[in-house]
């Protein structure tokens, strides 16, 4: 299945799923937050598909919205896709996919931890990364400063 | 007669062991030497890399990135530039992509040595250590002579490769190749027939397929367990389609296989280096990229296939000369967070086997 | 020939110039106790300097070099720099045993070298139950080897005390079985005796004397020799990969140096027993006042085959340790004492 392919399968017989163009080699969908866990579950097991493979989650916060990022592929078939969720600025939260893909565990925890984001049904939400006394927010946030955290001028 | 009481006990392995590779706490729960619970505690290494990289512009970045997984730089610097190049769709002069695939080569066989030496040491023996360090130590010198570092080259750049290489740098890498060949079949011979060396790592941490798929694992710990998947090759990137190589698979996904696979790479890689030098072309190294380097504003993940399995690397340009986001990923994050899944109901040796056998280096899992 | 052993020449001696009843019994045994005790000390550095040339050596590196000639006096400056060290203290310790452990470790790899016989007459008191007594002996090692994990209040160090209790008291049997063989051979526990009823050509030592049987039985030795002096691929009460430093982990400075020490010399011992019951002890041409150089000769080769061992294998897990001691290794040996026991009775012997 080629990228085209892949393009138009999903566009077909997926309708939740909606094609950005900021995707510039892999595909890149957006999926509304609600139907995030049934789509993945849906996708990995498609026999045509079985996207069985999760590589990474990514946070963003891009100021107005916050997105998370879901980079999974399909060792089987060989394909690569990209799945992204925008959620609100306010109290963002989603729901887990740990129970599509077991790897979701860590990458969740530290969107959790780094970002703020709140995630659902998730079995072990706590502090890994950041230390255990850490009370100074989530600094992965675009609006977290640190006093010793130094930013060029933007030219 | 009244009924013996054991009573679990729990036992800090870190942040500071001598087999824990670097900073990570096993928080380990014993019953006498049986583990019941492993619980990994990271983030003694966190540098804020990703939100260092947020503030710097994109050739800034790279030499940040040496330090995200300083075993493999070059990897680092690639899959960045990877990134940005696919991002502003930059086209990579030929001969400089055959130079990122002999230095990506060479970086992997090293860091294959690392690997070899720490996991028999950890499993007892010293002296194999020395050994592969010995062989590493010549990829150092072809490295140094090439860009002048030793362990962060900042050597790939957007767009191409630093500097060219020198003219003594051919003879030498193919008298270096031809040495590690040889040495690495010493290697099986020293261990592979020792009754030791296979009672303790041969169906020691079994991985199923289906767990290291589900749990996210790559690269060697995947392709030991069966599962024939080499990014190189099923998500292609440079010019490996070029190379005649074959991916060494096992079936057992124990820790003779990971030790097995990693072997076999390295003699693999070896032949990828020879084959890259035999086709080397003349040319520029560098295709023309603007000092102030603005990719267009969109989002791309580059995977490539690291020693340590998918390294990735989520960039998101605004259109600034600065990354709006970037989200790095190894593959021993990944690999870290299957290990309490697999060490249950082992002994403390067999921990350390199994954590040694999936290379976890822990600058990559924190970041 | 000196007359028959150094102790009664000492006795001589000192009762020449006039001591006598128990003060020369004690001024004897205090010159011998003194002369074994510098004999000892300067032999473990000496074995410490010389492991660390032939680990240089296997993994291609030159070991120490800076302090003289091939850095033959770094053990000593190592020494002194443990001397100088601050003594930590673990607050939590078990004080008595905390303290008692090193020194009786110490002790109890001393005490086994009274019945050494180091070369013709050269032995300090031949007891006529001398073999017996250096395997009661050297078991105090590990009793002090678990004082130590148990006093440092450190898990780690509790882990590696129970593992070289469990590995010692295991590897003890084939051991002593393998010894059973010799004795059963020489008719007496006397080392003397055993190494004179080795006397004459080289197949009356009983590694070839009583043919196939002492071979396996000198190799069942060796292994658990090396379980008990707790050497790769048996170091586990120490694997450092896995409990850092096992038992010794919170001792520092002459404390440590005490263990050390006593492991380098439990190293010799051993292999002296070795040379003693399979090897031919002193036996070799020329005259009996150059005995202990053969003595010597053979006890440095046995230790460099523990050194090979030690610089090239892997270790064993603590299961297959035990595994290979009960289902194995004393079977084996058992096995190995009842056909001794048979040739003994038909006389199938080579030599005498």
Redesign the interface.
Known sequence: MTKEELKSYLESNYPELTYSE?????L?FIVEAQKLVKTCEKLRDDVKLQF?????I?????TENYLT?Y?I?S?SN?L?L?IKVILPHDNPSINSVQSV???A??YEREIWELYGIEIHNHDNLTR????DDWDQGH??RKDWDAPD?I??P?? | MAELRTEE?Q?NMGPH???THGVCRLLLTLDG?KIIKVEP???YL?R?I??ICE??TYPMCIPILDRFEYVTAMSCNYVFSLAAE??A?IEVPERAEYLRVIMLELNRIASHMIFFGTT????????PF??AL?EREMIMDLFEMTCGQRLTYNYIRIGGVSRDIPKEFIPKCRETIKTIDEKIEEYKRL?NG?P??K??TIGIGKLSPELA????A?GPILRASG?E?DLRR??PYSIYDRFDYKIPTYQNGDVYDRYMVRLDEMQESCKIVAQALDGLPEGDIRAKVKP?FKPP???????IENSRG?M?V?L?SDG??KP??L?A?GGS??H??LLPEISKGC????L?AIFASFDVILPEV?R | MIATSVTFWLKDLLGSIGLSGDLLTIATYGILAVAVFSLLSVLALFLVWWERKV?GH????FGPMRNGWHGWYQTLMDGLKLLQKEDILVFTRDRMVFFWAPIMCFVAAFAAYIVMPFGEGLIVADLNIGILYIVAITTFTIISLLMAGWGSNN??AL?GGM?SAAQVVSYEVPMVVSILIVVLSAESLSMVKIVEAQGGWIWNWNIFKIPVVGLVAFITYIIAAVAEANR??F?LPE??????AGFNIEYSGMKFAMFFLAEFINLFTVSAIAVTLFLGGWQGPGPASISFIWFFLKTFAVIFLLMLFR??????????LMEFAWKFLIPLTFVNLIIAAVMKHFGWYLGN
């Open positions: 900021s995707g510039k080699y892999d890149l069985n493979y999760l590589g990474n990514s946070g963003v916060d891009t990022v980079q592929a060792i060989k690569r990209d893909w077991p790897a565990n860590w890994f990364l950041l230390p600094p992965m955290f930013r060029f933007q030219k | 006990f036992v062991h001598p087999s030497e505690y990271i983030g966190h804020a990703e939100k503030n710097r696919r991002l769709e028999v040491m950890d499993i007892g023996a010293l002296t020395l050994y010995r261990l020792n030791i060396w009672a303790r798929i589900a749990y996210g790559s599962v998947y099923d998500d102030n504003e969109g989002e791309v993940y580059t995977r998918e990735g989520h998101i600034t000369n709006f986001r989200k990923r994050f990944a870290l967070q002994l403390i040796a067999d350390v924190d | 680990a296997i993994q291609q590196r898990k780690y882990l593992r790769t691929p170091d694997a450092e990969q896995e409990l850092v610089w090239t294998y892997p270790r064993l897990r603590v299961d297959q």
